[in-house]
Nanobody, 117 residues
Framework: QVQLVESGGGLVHVGGSLRLSCAAS????????MNWYRQAPGKEREWVAI????????NYADSVKGRFTASRDNGKNTMYLQMNSLKFEDTAVYYC??????????WGQGTQVTVSS
């Protein structure tokens, strides 16, 4: 079955960096675009980034553009989110997501990112 497992979250100071990982299994990873979402306390889940199946193209929410970079290693079935210049408002649970044609939409369990002073 499809499984997505995020890791790499933690506590970081304002201006710091973190790299999140999303390990995928149960589907042909290299065939699908992948997304990152996040959900801050008391807010709805919001889309953060998308990366194409080959990793050749990506797009970002305006709130993270220029600070976050999505990448993937199709040989390792893993997607990454490099987060730099972190701000208080980046505090959230971060999720990876894949939409598989004729099968459904899948989410990981999330990884907490907390940005503090």
């Amino acid at each position: 079955q499809v499984q997505l497992v995020e890791s790499g979250g933690g506590l970081v100071h304002v201006g710091g960096s973190l790299r999140l990982s999303c390990a995928a299994s149960g589907f042909t990873f290299s065939n699908y675009a992948m997304n990152w979402y996040r959900q801050a306390p008391g807010k709805e889940r919001e889309w953060v980034a998308i990366i194409t199946s080959s990793g050749g193209n990506s797009n970002y929410a305006d709130s993270v553009k220029g600070r976050f970079t999505a990448s993937r290693d199709n040989g390792k079935n893993t997607m990454y989110l490099q987060m730099n210049s972190l701000k208080f408002e980046d505090t959230a649970v971060y999720y990876c997501n894949v939409q598989i044609w004729r099968t459904g939409t899948y989410w990981g369990q999330g990884t907490q990112v907390t940005v503090s002073s």
